[in-house]
């Protein structure tokens, strides 16, 4: 029921050259393109904003899946909507009071809006949002401490992606940190379906080949056993 999204993160692409890679990941396959914005606050590193995200957004008509890293998601859905942003995913730990006016807000702004999750942070936290009048319509398990790229893929938290899976079928799962040909599987069979690599793709000698290798992992373990 839910298909394979593949989404080379940009954060390891050459910033400098940023229309071209992103050319480059769609023409190899790439369902989405996965944009970090991180505040320096949420997470102690500085990347990319609103103004990039619109100077991209001339050069591409891809889905920009944008993982909000900030503090003050809140603050930033008018400029990210306006900029032609097409997913604005954001963290429960720091929107717990007001989840609900966020999603409202992301979704009027033309976005579609998703929740992340910290390592450290329990799955029943994003039920509510799930589950609610205006529901999220994704949920990014975090397989790594967000703040940068290049770290090990976490196993424990294949736990949360099948608790997810189980409660909502057709809900997209996305998994973010360490994901390449040595932890697809596992994060495919517990359920993941929007599959988020950065350095395995970009530091690959043919990425396309890891594009595709990630896509048939999902395929396979999402395509009904006989
Ligand atoms: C980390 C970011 C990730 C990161 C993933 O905070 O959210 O999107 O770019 O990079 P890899 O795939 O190299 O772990
Ligand atoms: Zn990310």
């Known amino acids: 029921m839910v298909s394979p999204k593949i989404a080379p993160s940009m954060l390891s692409s050459d910033f400098a050259n940023l229309a071209a890679e ?23 590193n500085l990347t990319i904003g609103a103004p990039v995200i619109e100077s991209l957004r001339k050069h591409t008509d891809a889905y920009l899946d944008c993982h909000l890293m900030v503090t003050n998601p809140m603050d930033y859905v008018e400029q990210m909507g306006k900029a032609g942003a097409s997913g604005f995913t954001f963290h429960i730990e720091v929107a717990q009071e007001n989840w609900q006016e966020l999603v409202r807000k992301i979704k009027s702004a033309g976005m579609r809006p998703g929740v992340a999750l910290k390592p ?34 976490m196993p424990t938290m294949m736990d949360k992606v099948q608790t997810l899976r ?24 517990a359920g993941a379906n929007c599959i988020v690599a950065g350095s395995s793709v970009f530091g690959a000698p043919q990425p396309g080949d890891v594009i595709t290798l990630l896509r048939e992992s999902v395929e396979k373990a999402s395509s009904p056993t006989t």
């Not at 050319?23 to 393109?33: E, Q, S, Y």
């Not at 944009?35 to 997470?43: A, P």
């Not at 039920?127 to 967000?146: C, D, F, I, K, R």
């Not at 409660?167 to 069979?189: F, H, M, N, Q, R």
């Open 22 to 44: 992103a050319k480059r990941m769609v023409d190899l396959g790439a369902n989405w393109l996965h944009m970090d914005i991180m505040d320096g606050h949420f997470v102690p």
């Open 120 to 153: 450290g942070t329990p799955v029943e936290q994003v039920y509510p949002l799930v589950e609610g009048a205006t529901p999220v319509e994704m949920v990014l398990v975090m397989t790594v401490e967000p703040g940068f790229g290049g770290q090990k893929f």
């Open 166 to 189: 189980q409660k909502y079928p057709t809900l997209d799962i996305e998994v973010d940190g360490g994901l390449g040909p040595s932890t697809i599987d596992a994060a495919a069979a």
